[in-house]
């Protein structure tokens, strides 16, 4: 009887666990065939221009040494890092009164000794180190993958998503920040996203206002708050700024920066009078300068250059030109786009004074404003160009010489599986929104013909093979 209890308590148990809903980790989604090859419609236009611009593909793990990735990012990157457990028994190791005490910093070294890529810059920095030998400089890459960040799921933000870099290392021209521009440019322009602004800023002249107000020893504390100005608005800056230590009449002495106004050349105006006895401060807008006036030489299609003086991008590694897109006028959506100068990160690796300069487009959000403003084209969806209906056996073999034959001329084409009953069959066609079917019966094999129906318009004609390739060809 005691086995028989036992047994039937395992049985409850295993069907009650079976019959929970399965669910995915939050921040992460499922992509159905359509959302799939409408990524792949942006990924195919990012991947167009990196190849015109020169850059060459490259791809890194999924994981990282949490050596390699640590340390690069600030405090609150580190903090948004997943951690990958050590395998096997990963507790066996651990010092038991680092355990016993739940001390963190200590005891994550040694049950996680790999983590999952917070971004693909630092990967990529890693990747030019170990194989320097074997790349030409300057090396021009383009990488698009997935990586992950332990952050607060919300609209356009996920804990899982897919970015498209495109750096180049080995160079410190800042004709490359003018390419990186143009490369914007023409990818929101074929994307039909007009009216994107580039925004731009430099490091050196965040440096130059950290020593203007005489907080140039808590350069990333400043950077890090002042980045969040767009999003939490000056008064909580301001407070963020206190909290790390710096006074109150430093902080006062960033209202010109907070309210500066004005186009890109009469903000560079200000803060050149701003920062005039800044050395690094006016190095920061020297250069800002000389890439406006590329800027202006040679134009921008659809896109807008913007100075905006309080983008600071708050990961440590940037030194020079920083870089964010923001989505036309009217789609509330954070940045779909953003990168900046590097110029030693090969240095944390032991390659020094290798300077880099790099953009990511944000593919997840570049889908939800594309999906907002309705500009996916109406050829962006899954599935096939027609369906064959199934009349059954003889039908079937003279429907499939056709499907072979448009394959061939490059129309996707399919039979429907099984002789079911026709209203099945066109149902299944609705739901799967394939515009064309194609009705190949006794009448069509024997005047050797098919009958095309439009299922949008509802409208079908009898036409012979190839009129109905000229059809589909421009499906």
Known sequence: MKRYLKELSIFVAFNFIMAQKPSIPKGTRDFSPVEVQRRQYIMNIIRTHFELYGFMPIETPSFENSSTLMGKYGDEGDRLIFKVLNNGSYLKKVDADALTSKNESAVTPQISERALR????????????????????????????????????????????????????????LLQEVELIKLYDAVFTDLKLTGCTIKINNRKILAGIAEMIGAQDQLIDFTVALDKLDK?????????????????????????????????????????????????????????????????????KTAVLDLDITLARGLNYYTGCIFEVAAPDGVQMGSIGGGGRYDDLTGIFGLKDVSGVGISFGLDRIYLVIEELNLFPDSVRAGVDVLFINFGEVESEYAMDAVFRFRESGIKAELYPDNSKMNKQMKYADKNAIPYVILAGENEIKSGQLTLKNMKEGTQKEMNIAAVQEVLKSV
């Open 232 to 300: 939490i608005g000056a008064d909580k800056v301001k407070q963020e700024m206190l909290d790390k230590g710096i006074t109150a009449s430093a902080i006062e002495l960033l209202d010109p920066v907070f309210s500066l106004d004005g186009d890109f050349t009469s903000k560079l105006e200000v803060m050149k009078t701003l920062l005039k006895d800044s050395a690094i401060g006016l190095k920061g807008i020297e250069e800002l300068t000389t890439i406006s006036n590329w800027i202006k030489k040679n134009g921008l």
């Open 118 to 173: 917070y971004d693909l810059t630092v990967p990529f920095a890693r990747y030019v180190v170990q194989h320097q030998n074997d790349i030409a400089f300057p090396f021009k890459r383009y990488q698009m993958q997935n990586v992950w960040r332990a952050d607060r799921p919300q609209k356009g933000r996920f804990r899982e998503f897919t970015q498209c870099d495109a750096d180049v290392v080995g160079s410190d021209s």
